[in-house]
């Protein structure tokens, strides 16, 4: 298989609106994102995918009406992609960790950092985090860290479902609260969960994978020990 180019977050920024009134097109425009996250988060999925092709786009709509659906079983990994970069808007980007603490994807230069997205209500992503627990007590201390970022949503995803499956679930990564419209950015095109991205101590994305099971610990394994190794 040919080496594929991971597509970059949509960075576009929308002009400002005078006096930041909520116009007609602009109630419109969250409607449908709000729609999207619904919808694709109504199904997640249980069998991962390689799908480094579609990293987010920075000519991507964020604003898509693409449903949220739960994905399960990883597929193989595709041949290596070629590295890109996260924006910077999207790397300086704050998020809110679950004490409250405010910290960015730029934080993590010079780390490898394995980013996974979540809900509590997504049983693909709660089945693939004990994996994402043992990876981390055993690649801690290598410079390689993990976070698992969510949003809040009309299903039941509350900051108070979300500590308790931090505890039920014993996870020992950062949790971390993310905006609607970056969650949007990272889901698209697909709006599947769980997804997983692998970011190398340059902020580049090395590869992205969507949905959960029971191999995705070991395709994120082979990935983060070919980046310690220095391979590209």
Request: contains cysteine; charged residues 25%.
């Amino acid at each position: 298989m040919s080496d594929t180019t991971p597509e970059q977050p949509d960075t576009r920024t929308p002009a400002p609106e005078k006096g930041g009134a909520w116009t007609t097109a602009r109630v419109l425009l969250s409607a449908l994102v709000f729609v999207g996250l619904a919808l694709a988060f109504s199904s997640s999925s249980c069998n991962p995918t390689d799908d480094t092709a579609n990293a987010p786009r920075a000519d991507a709509d964020a604003n898509s009406n693409g449903a949220v659906r739960p994905r399960g079983t990883p597929s193989a990994p595709s041949a290596k992609a070629t590295p890109v970069a996260l924006p910077d808007e999207i790397r300086n980007t704050e998020l809110r960790a679950l004490d409250g603490k405010g910290f960015k994807l730029a934080d993590y230069q010079g780390k490898v950092l394995v980013l996974n997205l979540w809900t509590t209500w997504c049983r693909p992503c709660r089945d693939e985090m004990p994996q994402l627990v043992e990876f981390y007590d055993d690649y801690r201390g290598r410079g390689v860290e993990v976070l698992g970022l969510t949003m809040e949503d009309d299903r039941g995803n509350t900051p108070e479902a979300v500590k308790e499956s931090v505890r039920d679930l014993k996870i020992n990564y950062r949790v971390a609260w993310a905006e609607q419209e970056l969650y949007a950015r990272f889901l698209a095109p697909g709006f599947e969960i769980p997804q997983t991205y692998i970011i190398d101590r340059e902020g580049r994305i090395r590869r992205k994978l969507r949905g959960g099971g029971a191999h995705v610990g070991n395709f994120i394994r082979a990935t983060v020990d070919d980046i310690l190794a220095g391979k590209t």
